[in-house]
């Protein structure tokens, strides 16, 4: 009875508040339930533990005439790995209407492209990034988001957060590879694109324990992460032909654009701050 009787209190305490637009909120244990009375309106919203607490510290969302050169290196390199087929030009790079565009170009029997990355300028040990883009389609081309260790001693670990074939452009590839012993070791999982004509939102979740990979907010691949430990950073890149893509046909397309509409980076409130 006692119940009943403080729950018809609570009911006339709301009756009272919402014909005054008054903002109130209760919250529960286990994920955070807020109940959100505003402006006559009830909300409900649910934010899992796991959201709480990270802190945005690397953000670049393009609204600016050029490529920030505090937090990106343009590579301008003419010889390539893996047999692609690429130089990467600063030419090739350029921001635009709130967008970064990496373009791939044909050039009579050679191929050029752009490339950017945070070497030198930003580095994370564990984090969450999240990078929103459009990438082309066509045999030979191969957009990727990547992560590479900061301190020289050997590009491994490395951690793909999205690569795509062109000639497979509905398969995307989250893939880790590393040293067990010296010996090379690779990780791999796949996710299904829709709707490849449009923007798609691409995270990793990095942490002492485990990666996880997302596509739109949806977990598509997780390991237990025995082997990256160390600062790396972000590179994104349109690369051409090569081992695995294979060369352009007739039918792929140039000028070929990988464009990205945003990067963001948030870690914890501990751990590595993301300096040099």
Do not use: C
Not at 16 to 34: E, H, N, R, S, V
Not at 98 to 105: M, P
Not at 239 to 259: H, M, R
């Amino acid at each position: 009875m006692k119940k009943y009787i403080i729950l018809l209190l609570y009911i006339i305490f709301l009756m009272y508040l919402l014909p005054l637009g008054i903002t109130t909120y209760q919250q529960t244990k286990g994920a955070d339930t807020f109940l959100f009375i505003k402006n006559n309106l009830i909300e409900n919203n649910t934010v899992e533990p796991e959201e709480i607490g990270w802190n945005l510290v690397f953000m670049d969302d393009f609204n600016s005439s050029s490529v920030d050169p505090v937090k990106w290196e343009v590579l301008n390199r003419e010889e390539n790995y893996n047999n692609e087929l690429q130089a990467y030009r600063s030419g090739n790079v350029k921001v635009q209407d709130g967008r970064l565009f990496l373009t791939g170009l044909k050039e009579g029997s050679k191929y050029s492209s752009g490339l950017v990355q945070t070497k030198g300028k930003f580095d994370l040990l564990y984090g969450k990034i999240e990078i929103k883009g459009k990438y082309p389609v066509g045999k030979g081309l191969f957009p990727a988001m990547w992560l590479l260790r900061s301190d020289g001693e050997d590009h491994l670990p490395e951690i793909d957060i999205f690569e795509v074939v062109g000639h497979e452009p509905e398969k995307a590839y989250m893939v880790h590879h590393w040293r067990d012993n010296g010996n090379l070791k690779t990780a791999h999982g796949t996710a299904r694109i829709k709707d490849i004509d449009r923007d798609h939102l691409y995270g990793l979740e990095w942490t002492p324990e485990e990666i996880r990979w997302y596509v739109d907010n949806k977990l598509v691949f997780e390991l237990k992460n025995h082997h990256a430990h160390v600062p790396m950073y972000l590179i994104i890149n349109l690369a051409i032909g090569g081992n695995w893509p294979g060369n352009p046909d007739k039918k792929t397309v140039f000028p070929a654009e990988f464009s990205i509409d945003y990067v963001k980076i948030y870690q914890k409130g501990t751990g590595h701050d993301g300096s040099i």
